[in-house]
Nanobody, 123 residues
Framework: QRQLVESGGGLVQPGGSLRLSCTAT????????????MAWFRQAPGKERELVGA????????YYADSVKGRFTISRDFTKTTVDLQMNNLRPEDTAVYYC????????????WGQGTQVTVSS
């Protein structure tokens, strides 16, 4: 069974940086990222879950929400089967639980989710 495990959350001051990592475990293979789009979502208390960014299956094209463009960067490592979210210039409004998710190429629904990691931006 394939699973996604996030790590790297924590407390950071405004303007600071954090790097989240998502590792795909279980039934994975070296060309996993060629077949699966990986994404980071977040959900703040009382708000709906929102897509922060994604890196698409195959070529390394990416998507970012307007609220994080220029501050967040998604990258992946095929050999380690990890997807990272580098978050710079963090703001209090970035405070949320961050989730890693994956969907098979050509489908619309993210079907595998991690357990989430808390990011708190506060002075």
């Amino acid at each position: 069974q394939r699973q996604l495990v996030e790590s790297g959350g924590g407390l950071v001051q405004p303007g600071g940086s954090l790097r989240l990592s998502c590792t795909a475990t279980g039934r994975t293979y070296t060309n996993y990222f060629a077949l699966y789009t990986m994404a980071w979502f977040r959900q703040a208390p009382g708000k709906e879950r929102e897509l922060v960014g994604a890196i698409y299956a195959g070529p390394s094209s990416t998507y970012y929400a307007d609220s994080v463009k220029g501050r967040f960067t998604i990258s992946r490592d095929f050999t380690k089967t990890t997807v990272d979210l580098q978050m710079n210039n963090l703001r209090p409004e970035d405070t949320a639980v961050y989730y890693c998710a994956s969907k098979q190429r050509g489908t619309s629904e993210y079907t595998t989710w991690g357990q989430g990691t808390q990011v708190t931006v506060s002075s």
